[in-house]
């Protein structure tokens, strides 16, 4: 199968990981910690999920004229990332965010920005036709909103599938909702855009219907180890996710949007999809660090087929006793996934039939 064309917009991060027992209160100083640096940053790790899950990836970003923006870039390049749209900044130094990582897998981060908040529409513009010949645009929320915004624009006047990561958290104006074909938040993204705490699968409901209303043409809440909640005009299901050990939670949503990326772009429908990007962001959780977490197609092959992978990982939240049949099952395994829900077997709808 031909690789899917994906084109990623944003930020390019060199992130430097303390690991340590627990995450230092403010004023406080811990020692004993372990020191790595990684290639990070949210546009940057995306793109590098959706390489190595099999997309064909151009990355839009701007990164410093420094070390960091040169590291950057050859790890790009080794990951066979197209890197054309991929600015050397004058001005700004390279991104750079500090990462605290304590035992139990939970993360604390602190960015500076740099050059990536020097992303501007007319980088957008210059790869107007990169955009237009791409299977999926992802983007995320780290460059300038009208730099993501304009990106959108091209996009839907192309006809190419949006799919915005809503992170770090911001309200969004309701025109680029509209122009959103798939919006992937996690619990407290989805919060912040409707006011409806996510807490449960009854008000990751709620919460994806809100985001439906203001035009967004699929909703998948991300749920950390229990899954991901999809939402769409026919849809409505948790996809569990998969029981691993957790070392370090960084990146796994970024891990998820670019094989979901990738998934759809091959055609997946969308459950599939989801289910794809579950097991390539239950991989990254499993290791340090952002990009060096993402894991590459075989892998991800490897723990959808293997036996261990079901029945899904944790029991799908608030299931209330009797409704246990409206949860999705996954069909043992087998290279071919196929999943099977309760809507009465009816065949999924192809990509197009979900997103522009
Ligand atoms: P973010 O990293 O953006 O906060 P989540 O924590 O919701 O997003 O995680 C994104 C996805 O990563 C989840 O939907 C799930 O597929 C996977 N994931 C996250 N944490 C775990 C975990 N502990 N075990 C298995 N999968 C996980």
Same mark, same amino acid.
């Given at each position: 199968?031909?690789?899917?064309?994906?084109?990623?917009?944003?930020?390019?991060?060199?992130?430097?990981?303390?690991?340590?027992?627990?995450?230092?209160?403010?004023?406080?100083?811990?020692?004993?910690?372990?020191?790595?640096? !990684?290639?990070?940053? @949210?546009?940057?790790?995306?793109?590098?999920?959706?390489?190595?899950?099999?997309?064909?990836?151009?990355?839009?970003?701007?990164?410093? $004229?420094?070390?960091?923006?040169?590291?950057?870039?050859?790890?790009?390049?080794?990951?066979?990332?197209?890197?054309?749209?991929?600015?050397?900044?004058?001005?700004?130094?390279?991104?750079?965010?500090?990462?605290?990582?304590?035992?139990?897998?939970?993360?604390?981060?602190?960015?500076?920005?740099?050059?990536?908040?020097?992303?501007?529409?007319?980088?957008? @513009?210059?790869?107007?036709?990169?955009?237009?010949?791409?299977?999926?645009?992802?983007?995320?929320?780290?460059? +300038?909103?009208?730099?993501?915004?304009?990106?959108? @624009?091209?996009?839907?006047?192309?006809?190419?599938?949006?799919?915005?990561?809503? !992170?770090?958290?911001?309200?969004?104006?309701?025109?680029?909702?509209?122009?959103?074909?798939?919006?992937? +938040?996690?619990?407290?993204?989805?919060?912040?855009?409707?006011?409806?705490?996510?807490?449960?699968?009854?008000?990751?409901? $709620?919460?994806?219907?809100?985001?439906?209303?203001?035009?967004?043409?699929?909703?998948?809440?991300?749920?950390?180890?229990?899954?991901?909640?999809?939402?769409?005009?026919?849809?409505?299901?948790?996809?569990?996710?998969?029981?691993?050990?957790?070392?370090?939670?960084?990146?796994?949503?970024?891990?998820?949007?670019?094989?979901?990326?990738?998934?759809?772009?091959?055609?997946?429908?969308?459950?599939?999809?989801?289910?794809?990007?579950?097991?390539?962001?239950?991989?990254?959780?499993?290791?340090?660090?952002?990009?060096?977490?993402?894991?590459? $197609?075989?892998?991800?092959?490897?723990?959808?087929?293997?036996?261990?992978?079901?029945?899904? !990982?944790?029991?799908?939240?608030?299931?209330?006793?009797?409704?246990?049949?409206?949860?999705?099952?996954?069909?043992?395994?087998?290279?071919?996934?196929?999943?099977?829900?309760?809507?009465?077997?009816?065949? @999924?709808?192809?990509?197009?039939?979900?997103? $522009?």
């Amino acid at each position: 199968m031909a690789r899917p064309k994906i084109l990623v917009v944003g930020s390019s991060n060199t992130d430097m990981i303390i690991k340590l027992d627990r995450i230092p209160q403010p004023g406080e100083t811990i020692l004993g910690g372990e020191f790595a640096t !990684a290639a990070g940053g @949210k546009g940057a790790n995306q793109a590098v999920a959706a390489a190595r899950a099999g997309g064909d990836v151009t990355l839009i970003a701007r990164v410093g $004229r420094d070390m960091f923006g040169e590291k950057a870039v050859a790890g790009f390049v080794q990951d066979a990332i197209h890197v054309q749209h991929v600015t050397r900044d004058p001005a700004a130094p390279s991104g750079v965010a500090l990462i605290f990582v304590a035992k139990d897998g939970e993360n604390s981060i602190a960015v500076a920005g740099g050059a990536n908040g020097r992303l501007s529409p007319a980088d957008v @513009k210059k790869a107007k036709g990169s955009i237009a010949g791409a299977k999926a645009v992802v983007m995320q929320l780290e460059t +300038p909103l009208k730099t993501v915004q304009t990106a959108a @624009k091209l996009a839907a006047r192309a006809e190419v599938p949006v799919i915005l990561n809503p !992170a770090p958290a911001q309200k969004l104006p309701g025109e680029l909702l509209k122009l959103v074909s798939i919006l992937t +938040p996690n619990e407290t993204e989805a919060e912040l855009l409707t006011g409806i705490a996510v807490t449960n699968e009854k008000s990751a409901a $709620r919460a994806a219907d809100a985001l439906l209303a203001q035009g967004v043409e699929t909703v998948i809440i991300t749920l950390g180890a229990r899954g991901a909640y999809v939402a769409a005009a026919s849809t409505r299901e948790l996809v569990p996710g998969f029981r691993v050990k957790p070392v370090d939670t960084t990146a796994a949503g970024d891990v998820f949007n670019g094989a979901l990326a990738v998934a759809l772009g091959e055609g997946r429908p969308l459950l599939e999809a989801v289910r794809f990007a579950n097991a390539a962001a239950a991989i990254s959780v499993t290791r340090l660090g952002a990009q060096p977490s993402a894991p590459v $197609r075989k892998e991800i092959e490897t723990l959808l087929a293997s036996p261990g992978a079901f029945p899904p !990982a944790l029991s799908p939240v608030d299931r209330r006793a009797g409704t246990e049949p409206d949860v999705q099952t996954i069909s043992s395994g087998g290279p071919e996934l196929s999943l099977q829900t309760t809507d009465g077997g009816k065949p @999924k709808k192809p990509l197009g039939a979900i997103i $522009r």
